[in-house]
């Protein structure tokens, strides 16, 4: 029988979905230590991540994916890239690590979220490139990538857009998947977002289209967000998550139209949720979610806690629609606009959602009205024999 477990120790955070059959999900956070030099800071989280690995049981190939949240891209990018946790360093591990910088707001250098997939039978892991990851499944096999990027400064954040998901699509090629079929998750990363935002939702909107992703058929779950790494001339990077060997009938595309709009109605092309159903689970691919109502507007204009409360209301309401609740998320990460937001919302976040795991993260969100945006993963336990195994 499956069951949600939780780990902490130090400053690591464990929520498991454990499934009573060959392979558990493990979600790990690892917050860096406050006031800390980063190479110091660095050192201190491999021991404790490594440390909590061992206590967890966790070998190094259960590792698929791993993001970093850094101050100072500029100056930590190559020293982190050398590291063990990246898969760069000593260990050699294949694992898809995405570096983005989005200073944690507990006054640390680093914070780390890391997915594993506790299996039975030992993983198999391709390294496609030092952008993408294969982790073959006897079901559904997963295609990683991370840090997607175009480094020419000639070309304004709507080319780049263009340029980053025709990369995509063309590795997609080689593994007979498209867009449309395959990728369910993005993380957009936009430098300046204030000024380049819209630029990349137009060039996004007009690339979906030519690609049969339109109001008519559906978007894909995903999150838009203050972000970069060190090259300057970057302005949009990409990571996602594709499914290989995915069927029509697994995806359910999550509503709450007592609560939020689609996102067409305001001219912007992506799912609020994405529901994907295997034969033993079903994971919820919540998109950053703020305080919006089902008009599209702002609510709650200048009140951080009740923006706060209100996304994860309409959190709760696309979760619902998928058969899930809030106490089956496996994490969040909280990105503030206001840096001295943090406080008052990490103490709503202590009363309201101890239990389950929550980085606070600078990152403005893509109307300056709107403080608060969160996003996050939930898993249900399914039995249905029909569907593919995870």
């Known amino acids: 029988m499956s069951e949600i477990t939780v780990f902490k120790r130090g400053r690591v955070q464990e929520r498991r979905f454990v499934s009573g059959r060959d392979s558990d999900e493990c979600f790990l956070f690892v917050e860096g230590a406050e006031s800390t030099p980063f190479e110091q800071a660095l050192r201190i989280m491999e021991q404790e991540y490594f440390g909590a690995m061992d206590e967890l049981g966790l ?15 500029n100056n930590q990018v190559e020293l982190l890239k050398n590291s063990p946790l990246c898969g760069d360093g000593a260990s050699k591990e294949k694992v898809a690590a995405s570096i983005i910088q989005q200073p944690p707001l507990n006054g640390s250098k680093i914070a780390m979220f890391a997915y594993h997939i506790a299996s039975k039978t030992p993983l198999q892991k391709e390294a496609v490139s030092n952008q993408q990851i294969l982790i073959q499944r006897d079901g559904i096999s997963q295609l990683w990538f991370t840090n997607l990027a175009e480094v020419d400064g000639n070309r304004n954040s709507s080319q780049q857009t263009e340029v980053l998901f025709q990369q995509l699509i063309n590795v997609l090629a080689g593994h007979d998947a498209t867009l449309a079929e395959n990728v369910v998750r993005t993380w957009v990363y936009v430098r300046d977002v204030d000024r380049n935002y819209k630029g990349m939702v137009n060039a996004r909107r007009d690339f979906f289209a030519r690609h049969g992703l339109t109001a008519d058929t559906h978007f894909i779950a995903s999150t838009g967000i203050e972000g970069h790494g060190s090259n300057a001339h970057t302005l949009v990077s990409l990571d996602a998550l594709s499914l ?12 709450a139209y007592d609560y939020l709009c689609d996102t067409i109605d305001y001219n912007v092309t992506f799912e609020r949720g994405t529901r994907i159903a295997f034969q033993d689970r079903m994971h919820f691919h919540i998109s950053g979610t703020a305080s919006i109502d089902k008009n599209g507007d702002v609510t709650h204009v200048g009140d951080v806690v009740k923006q706060t409360a209100r996304a994860f209301e309409n959190t709760a309401a696309l979760l619902a629609d998928g058969g899930a609740k809030l106490s089956d998320l496996m994490y969040v990460l909280v990105y503030l606009r206001d840096l001295s937001d ?11 959602v101890s239990d389950i795991p929550c980085i606070l993260l600078a990152a403005p969100v893509c109307r300056p009205k709107w403080l608060v945006e969160i996003e996050g993963v939930a898993i249900t336990a399914n039995n249905d024999p029909a569907l593919p195994e995870f």
């Open 59 to 73: 070998d190094g190939n259960s590792a698929v994916y791993r993001r970093f949240f850094v101050s100072d891209a």
């Open 244 to 255: 290989l060997g995915l069927q029509p009938n697994q995806l359910y595309y999550l509503k």
């Open 342 to 352: 943090a406080p008052v919302v990490r103490d709503y976040l202590n009363n309201v």
